[in-house]
């Protein structure tokens, strides 16, 4: 796959999870909208292919902890906090076991 198919794609990706992880929040949607734009434009004169290789392995990286580690939480009182997980982060809720469990 081409370089220039392989950062379109990842520009795209990130985009599509920021809209999934900022879903409701017009704030954060822009900031993230920004950074990503301005990241790639930063880097859009670019040429090295090691140095491209390098930055998509970042973005993908970025893109993988945005998708698994941010909740959205929102103040609801003076102390109280609503927490709006998406559902790809709710884990079953399985007791610990030292043997891990077999896929079927």
Not at 3 to 27: A, E, G, N, S, Y
Not at 50 to 70: F, P, W
Not at 72 to 100: I, M, T, W
């Amino acid at each position: 796959m081409g370089t220039r198919l392989k950062v379109l794609r990842l520009f795209k990706q990130l985009h599509r999870t920021r809209r999934d992880v900022f879903k409701d929040d017009d704030i954060a949607l822009k900031a993230a909208r920004l950074k990503i734009n301005e990241e790639f434009r930063k880097n859009r004169t670019e040429t090295s292919e090691e140095k491209i290789n390098q930055m998509i392995k970042l973005g993908s990286n970025v893109e993988t902890v945005l998708r698994e580690s941010v909740i959205q939480v929102e103040h609801v009182g003076e102390a109280k906090l609503l927490l709006r997980p998406r559902e790809s982060l709710l884990l079953e809720n399985v007791p610990y076991c030292d043997e891990p469990r077999k896929k079927s």
